[in-house]
């Protein structure tokens, strides 16, 4: 159900930037999504195919790319991509450690035309 807030607050930015750069339609919707975000895509999309009708941002496309988890331990220093919600430092083993990558989810581009 976050999707839902989420997605509107992407519908929202998208529509705004088009208004003000004065484009008549957003196309393409390019989202950076940590793969610890806790957002599905699918549903993403799902809402915003309803949400965006009768908008400029009607019909666009989402794109979704995936950011990999890092960790950084607090022990040794280290910083790794982890595959699995598995917290502990693959150097040194301590789990005394941050998330540093993973949680992202942010519009990193928009493609928008200039005629209908």
Do not use: W
């Not at 807030?5 to 998208?14: K, P």
């Not at 989202?31 to 309803?50: A, H, N, R, T, W």
Request: glycine fraction near 6%; aromatic fraction near 6%; charged fraction near 30%.
């Amino acid at each position: 159900m976050h999707e839902l807030a989420v997605t509107q607050g992407i519908l929202d930015i998208a529509v705004s930037e088009a208004d003000k750069a004065g484009k008549k339609r957003v196309t393409q919707i390019n989202i950076k999504l940590g793969v610890f975000s806790g957002m599905v895509p699918q549903c993403i999309q799902e809402y915003y195919d309803i949400l965006s009708e009768d908008t400029v941002a009607a019909g666009a496309k989402l794109v979704f790319d995936r950011v990999p988890a890092a960790i950084r331990c607090r022990s040794c220093g280290a910083e790794s991509e982890i595959q699995h919600f598995r917290l502990r430092c693959p150097v040194c083993k301590d789990n005394k450690v941050d998330l540093i990558r993973g949680r992202e989810l942010y519009i990193d581009s928009m493609e928008v035309e200039d005629e209908d």
